[in-house]
T-cell receptor, first 110, second 112 residues
Framework: GIQVEQSPPDLILQEGANSTLRCNFSDSVNNLQWFHQNPWGQLINLFYIPSGTKQNGRLSATTVATERYSLLYISSSQTTDSGVYFCAAYPQGGSEKLVFGKGTKLTVNP | KAGVTQTPRYLIKTRGQQVTLSCSPISGHRSVSWYQQTPGQGLQFLFEYFSETQRNKGNFPGRFSGRQFSNSRSEMNVSTLELGDSALYLC???????????FGPGTRLLVL
């Protein structure tokens, strides 16, 4: 089945710093999504981005489907950005099971 | 619109017991999916229901089952609980299949 790999696995920042999280997928995908899981376990939708670039405040995401990767940018990070960021996608033309990466754990220190 | 709700939020059971978890999707959403999250295995797909029919099932033993009702609410059941079933169980709903999924707060299950 499809593999979704995220890097880095862990990231520690000082408040105000910028960061880039990466998601690679081993085959063509549909419906790529980015989520943020807060310390209480809630998964919050950030972006639905099968291709192109989207921005929402300090966060933006870019997916290059032909090269099988997606990037999540966080600018001017805040302590509330801490948590685990997941990307997930449906394999194209095959299983309709959403496949998650293992996540990037982000810690933003004051 | 109200978000996805899950009950109960926390649960403690002992080995051999069974458990039923409930999920109410966002109003108008017809697809409900369940996931298990553990530190070792990450987020794993359990099953998806659409219009009361199971459309997909993950690689879990038959002890894990579920159903969806006509109002799209869904339940999942785990029988003969094992220690390894301790996990965060997440439910997600979407308007249709292969669309953006919206997650509930999860049910934390501890099996002793």
């Amino acid at each position: 089945g499809i593999q979704v790999e995220q890097s880095p696995p862990d990231l520690i920042l000082q408040e105000g710093a910028n960061s880039t999280l990466r998601c690679n997928f081993s085959d063509s995908v549909n419906n790529l999504q980015w989520f943020h899981q807060n310390p209480w376990g809630q998964l919050i939708n950030l972006f639905y981005i099968p291709s192109g670039t989207k921005q929402n405040g300090r966060l933006s995401a870019t997916t290059v489907a032909t090269e099988r990767y997606s990037l999540l940018y966080i600018s001017s990070s805040q302590t509330t950005d801490s948590g685990v960021y997941f990307c997930a996608a449906y394999p194209q033309g095959g299983s309709e099971k959403l496949v998650f990466g293992k996540g990037t754990k982000l810690t933003v220190n004051p | 619109k109200a978000g996805v709700t899950q009950t109960p939020r926390y649960l403690i059971k002992t080995r051999g017991q069974q458990v039923t978890l409930s999920c109410s999707p966002i109003s108008g959403h017809r697809s409900v999916s369940w996931y298990q999250q553990t530190p070792g295995q990450g987020l794993q797909f359990l099953f998806e229901y659409f219009s009361e029919t199971q459309r997909n099932k993950g690689n879990f033993p038959g002890r894990f089952s579920g159903r969806q009702f006509s109002n799209s609410r869904s339940e999942m059941n785990v029988s003969t609980l094992e220690l390894g079933d301790s996990a965060l169980y997440l439910c997600a709903s979407s308007p249709d299949i292969l669309q953006t999924q919206y997650f509930g707060p999860g049910t934390r299950l501890l099996v002793l």
